[in-house]
Every structure is written in structure tokens, then in C-alpha cells.
């Protein structure tokens, strides 16, 4: 299974929170923008490293999920959102 890494860019997040809708891992941060939190999925126990700076939140995880992410991805209407496959 492909590890893959959910990127969002601060300068580009509205706070739309239209991802939020699509992956519940997805949630509004303190600051009223989007970051990543692992343990916000009620319905699975999933695992990720997540990186919040002053510029982004990057966050891996090794799941099958990977789709769920790109649909957060697609629905984000200022393209704040980027999926990568980061390998085996
Ligand atoms: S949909 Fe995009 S702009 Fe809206 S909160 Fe999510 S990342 Fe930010």
C-alpha cells in the first residue's frame, strides 16, 4: 500500500471547510483554517504523522484511504489541498 502525504497550504485555505466534508480527518484548526487530525475520524482508528507550521500542514499517512483524501483535494475550491503518493 502506498504511503501518501496530504498537504494544505495556509496562504491558500479560506476556511471553506468544504474538505471537511469529504475526509473527516479533516477539521478546523484554532486558528479557523484546515489542518489534519488522525484521531477526528469517528468510524476508524487510523494513523498519521502530522507536520503544523505557520505555512502548512503536512500529514502522512500508510492507509487505504488515499481517495478519500483526493476527494477533500477536488472539493477545495482555492486548491489549498495537495495529495502525493510518497512510495511503498
Ligand atoms: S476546502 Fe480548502 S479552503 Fe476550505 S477549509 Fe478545506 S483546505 Fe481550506
Given at each position: ?21 469529504r475526509d ?17 475520524d469517528?468510524v ?28 477533500a ?16
Amino acid at each position: 500500500m502506498p504511503a501518501y502525504e496530504i498537504t494544505i497550504e495556509k496562504d491558500a485555505c479560506d476556511g471553506i471547510f468544504a474538505c471537511l466534508t469529504r475526509d473527516p480527518r479533516f477539521v478546523e484548526a484554532a486558528d479557523g483554517l484546515a489542518t489534519v487530525d488522525p484521531d477526528a475520524d469517528p468510524v476508524y482508528d487510523c494513523e498519521g504523522d502530522v507536520t503544523d507550521t505557520a505555512e502548512r500542514v503536512v500529514a502522512t499517512f500508510d492507509d487505504d484511504r488515499i481517495d478519500e483524501a483526493k476527494q477533500a483535494a477536488a472539493a477545495c475550491p482555492t486548491d489549498a489541498i495537495i495529495v502525493e503518493e510518497v512510495g511503498e
